[in-house]
């Protein structure tokens, strides 16, 4: 139902998230708005979806567009839009209250579930306890796997020719930038591998933040179909795409826990996959105590759910449950990571043995599962010669010219790290006989990243290593003084490591 009408003026705000359009206080409250309700503006017959907020400097009859706004929608300064309270489908409204119960979900349900999520629609709170449901009832296989090719189909669809590879780690462990590594060398062996991640939510640097420190990450759909067509790779940041966008609901309403449900993880990750066109799959979940899997069991049931849905979507999919109970790599950090990776490709002396073998590993497996090779010992011998080779790391500069980088060529001794330094050193003696990553995040996260690319921390000694009081474990680096004492403070706390 139509209610009123307004003109649509441009305002210098961005909230960083929601589609919001401003009232007038007195003008949507004589027609029977809150603060809590989302509207629809009609423009052309077509319906836009919009939250509500109320500001009494906007006169009635003017409505305030934020930059989020006319990003998403063709909506333009002096448009003059229609304002209607927006219509939900009820069936979503039902479907949830069942999810609630533990009741599975007919396809028409996940449907209008996914279809209000899409058109913004439902809020985020009643998304909030549709996500929670995950956490008390066990996930019907098949519900999960029309979910997922339903979400994927709300957004952009690639379709490469031949074998199209996925690499993809669920997170949880520090360092382990592998991503940089992979896909340059499968791509030097002639695998298509169009690789598109996430920035971090939660941990010190994610494969977004890493490429940007090399490369334009940001791309439009016809720059990844001419760099995979012309490379048989991108490495391509998935929050400037459209891929399963009714997934990012999800994840919006789960990032201010900083936990997401195994099922709701699982769907999103697959739906991606199938979006890019990826028909062979490697799945990486890293198990340990201070990671996102801290147990064997729980990671083999995950890793059955990627094998479900991965064959239901016509994906060869395969799960290589790795070791997490440290830091992979020696760096936590952007820069610090990149390093990690540019190191291993210029076989330089200082390399990280532990990253160079996890990533060699898992291109093995990939090799396998692409049918490359046929076992995986050989596999694992084509894989470490196109490392050694350097065909690998010229992959990479390859890419990164391609994707605008300034110096393609650029060596790990060249990056640029935090200005400000701090070395901790051991508080007594003795072995290294536990890590705590999460804790090393957070110190990270303290010392400026991820928003500061040159800051975190370069690990010196990791578990296993004797050592004598006072000798220095870990380098932090930062680009402010305060930061970096903050940090100071919190390492005098606690510790990161246990000595036994």
């Known amino acids: 139902m139509e209610i009123f009408s307004g003109k649509i003026k441009k305002l210098n705000i961005s909230n960083g998230e929601g589609i919001v359009a401003m009232l007038n206080t007195q003008e949507a409250t004589a027609y029977g708005i809150s603060p809590q309700d989302k509207i ?54 039902v479907a949830i209250r069942k999810k609630l119960l533990g009741e599975k979900l007919t396809t028409e349900e996940i449907d209008a579930i996914i279809e209000d999520m899409q058109n913004n629609k439902l809020s985020d709170l009643i998304l909030a306890y549709y996500t929670a449901t995950s956490f008390f009832y066990k996930s019907d296989p098949e519900e999960l796997a029309y979910t997922t090719k339903a979400t994927a189909y709300t957004g952009d669809m690639y379709r490469f020719p031949g074998i199209v590879a996925s690499k993809y780690c669920i997170g949880g462990v520090s360092g382990n930038e592998t991503t940089m590594i992979i896909v340059p060398l499968l791509a030097s062996l002639g695998i298509t591998i169009p690789k598109t991640f996430s920035k971090s939510i939660t941990s010190p640097a994610a494969t977004g933040e890493c490429v940007e420190v090399l490369m334009k990450s940001e791309l439009k759909k016809a720059e990844i179909i001419r760099l995979v067509d012309k490379h048989k790779c991108c490495l391509a940041w998935n929050g400037n795409l459209n891929l399963a966008p009714a997934n990012d609901r999800i994840i919006k309403v789960s990032a201010p826990l900083g936990m997401e449900p195994y099922a709701r993880m699982i769907s999103s990750i697959m739906a991606k996959n199938y979006a890019m066109g990826i028909n062979h799959c490697l799945i990486d979940i890293p198990v340990g ?180 009081k006072g000798e220095k474990l870990i380098t932090c680096y930062a680009n402010s003084v305060n930061k970096l004492n903050l940090t100071k403070e919190l390492f005098e706390e606690k510790s990161p490591y246990t000595f036994s």
């Not at 907020?53 to 909506?75: K, M, R, W």
């Open 289 to 468: 105590p201070t990671a996102k899997v801290t147990n064997q069991a729980d990671a083999e049931r995950i890793a059955n759910h990627f094998r479900n849905i991965g064959s239901s979507l016509g994906i060869k999919t395969e799960v290589a449950i790795t070791q997490a109970i440290q830091p992979i790599g020696n760096g936590i950090g952007a820069v610090l990571q990149v390093r990690e990776v540019l190191r291993i490709l210029q076989q330089h002396p200082e390399r990280a043995l532990d990253l160079q073998e996890k990533a060699l590993d898992l291109a093995a497996q990939l090799i396998v599962i692409c049918g490359l090779k046929e076992d995986y010992s050989s596999a694992l011998e084509l894989a470490t010669s196109e490392l050694l080779s350097g065909k690998a790391r010229t992959k990479l500069q390859e890419i990164i010219k391609a994707q605008g980088g300034e110096k393609p060529d650029i060596n790990s001794e060249e990056l640029s790290l935090g200005s400000e330094t701090f070395d901790y050193t051991a508080p007594t003696e003795g072995e290294i006989s536990s890590i705590d990553m999460k804790y090393l995040n957070m110190l990270a996260k303290t010392l400026g990243a991820p928003g500061d690319a040159g800051a975190g921390l370069f690990l010196h000694k990791k578990l296993g290593n004797k050592v004598q």
């Open 40 to 93: 629809s503006l009609i423009r052309n017959k077509e319906e836009y979806v919009v939250d509500v907020a109320f500001s009494d400097e906007l006169e009635p009859g003017i409505i305030g567009a934020t930059q989020e706004l006319l990003d998403n929608y063709p909506i333009m300064e002096g448009d003059n839009v229609l304002v209607s309270f927006m219509r939900t489908n009820p069936l979503s409204l």
